[in-house]
């Protein structure tokens, strides 16, 4: 057998040395992408943590440390997940979680938590599993998102249709003041039904008592201010006239454009004592002219 030269012995050192150059550099690669995504990980507006197979977490992100109040160090290896469970989500939590282990995925469960402080804050949850060379569920991840500003909101819409289905009568126009939406009370007050009377102007009750010039003003001050509030003579679908207590406010945008008007009326002949008669703005009728 031939015996290797020197030449062959410095390729194969050589080969050797550029394998060992390109792992470090595969490694040094996958190591950076690694950190790149631990970065954006810890940026997204999101919670999200791993755990073991008995809910114990492995890791967590600043989101969802700053929703539970918690440094990483008292969490991370110390709590299971399902130890900051509102005591109505736990048995829910649990199906969810079985549901996840047979189907590797499930989403938009909704949870509440408990954060140190003990406030409670409602989240969506949604899970995978992740599994190991075999096929064996080695840990999960889960993610979370906040619920509390649309429950908020939520609220705050059952709260405006409480309102909206006051005793006062109330209309709702576009900002071109076409009408959108009027309730039951404005339907008893002037006779005229929401189908009747949506896509027209508010002066559908006009009672022809007042010139252009209260119209005028009502819109100067209306741009001006964003409210309006005075007593109004308007006339019924019935052709009676009656004295109207009438509140116009504007409704806007972040950036200050008017979306909409709101108004609100009551009749002054029905509800002797209620409101104050407008002294700078007299008599108005609604505002029919306006564009």
Same mark, same amino acid.
């Given at each position: 057998?031939?015996?290797?030269?020197?030449?062959?012995?410095?390729?194969?050192?050589?080969?050797?040395?550029?394998?060992?150059?390109?792992s470090g550099a595969l490694e040094e690669r996958f190591s950076q992408i690694g950190k790149e995504i631990g970065?954006?990980?810890?940026?997204?507006?999101?919670?999200?943590?791993?755990?073991?197979?008995?809910?114990?977490?492995?890791?967590?992100?600043?989101?969802?440390?700053?929703?539970?109040?918690?440094?990483?160090?008292?969490?991370?290896?110390?709590?299971?997940?399902?130890?900051?469970?509102?005591?109505?989500?736990?048995?829910?939590?649990?199906?969810?979680?079985?549901?996840? *282990?047979?189907? =590797?995925?499930?989403?938009? !469960?909704?949870?509440? /938590?408990? #954060?140190?402080?003990?406030?409670?804050?409602?989240? +969506?949850?949604?899970?995978?599993?992740?599994?190991?060379?075999?096929?064996?569920?080695?840990?999960?991840?889960?993610?979370?998102?906040?619920?509390?500003?649309?429950?908020?909101?939520?609220?705050?819409?059952?709260?405006?249709?409480?309102?909206?289905?006051?005793?006062?009568?109330?209309?709702?126009?576009?900002?071109?003041?076409?009408?959108?939406?009027?309730?039951?009370?404005?339907?008893?007050?002037?006779?005229?039904?929401?189908?009747?009377?949506?896509?027209?102007?508010?002066?559908?009750?006009?009672?022809?008592?007042?010139?252009?010039?209260?119209?005028?003003?009502?819109?100067?001050?209306?741009?001006?201010?964003?409210?309006?509030?005075?007593?109004?003579?308007?006339? *019924?679908?019935? =052709?009676?006239?009656?004295? !109207?207590?009438?509140? /116009?406010? #504007?409704?806007?945008?972040?950036?200050?454009?008017? +979306?909409?008007?709101?108004?609100?009326?009551?009749?002054?002949?029905?509800?002797?004592?209620?409101?104050?008669?407008?002294?700078?703005?007299?008599?108005?009728?609604?505002?029919?002219?306006?564009?």
């Amino acid at each position: 057998m031939a015996k290797p030269n020197k030449s062959d012995a410095s390729s194969a050192i050589n080969g050797a040395e550029g394998h060992v150059s390109f792992s470090g550099a595969l490694e040094e690669r996958f190591s950076q992408i690694g950190k790149e995504i631990g970065w954006l990980v810890e940026q997204v507006p999101f919670g999200m943590h791993t755990m073991d197979l008995h809910g114990n977490y492995l890791s967590i992100n600043n989101q969802e440390l700053s929703w539970l109040g918690y440094s990483r160090e008292e969490i991370v290896g110390k709590v299971p997940f399902h130890a900051m469970l509102a005591t109505g989500s736990r048995k829910k939590y649990s199906t969810y979680l079985d549901l996840c *282990r047979y189907a =590797g995925m499930v989403g938009n !469960e909704e949870i509440e /938590l408990v #954060a140190k402080d003990n406030s409670v804050a409602p989240f +969506s949850l949604y899970a995978e599993t992740i599994l190991d060379g075999d096929g064996n569920v080695q840990k999960y991840r889960c993610v979370l998102f906040g619920l509390s500003e649309r429950k908020q909101m939520e609220e705050k819409l059952r709260i405006a249709a409480t309102v909206f289905q006051s005793m006062e009568g109330m209309m709702v126009t576009d900002a071109n003041m076409a009408i959108v939406n009027v309730n039951l009370s404005y339907t008893d007050i002037t006779g005229y039904l929401s189908e009747e009377v949506i896509g027209q102007q508010p002066g559908v009750l006009s009672s022809g008592l007042h010139d252009q010039e209260f119209y005028d003003q009502l819109l100067a001050d209306l741009n001006q201010y964003g409210f309006w509030e005075g007593e109004v003579w308007s006339r *019924r679908k019935s =052709g009676e006239t009656y004295l !109207e207590h009438l509140t /116009l406010t #504007a409704v806007k945008t972040p950036d200050g454009v008017v +979306s909409n008007y709101v108004g609100t009326l009551f009749r002054r002949d029905r509800k002797q004592g209620r409101g104050r008669q407008d002294r700078k703005f007299g008599l108005l009728r609604p505002f029919d002219r306006i564009a």
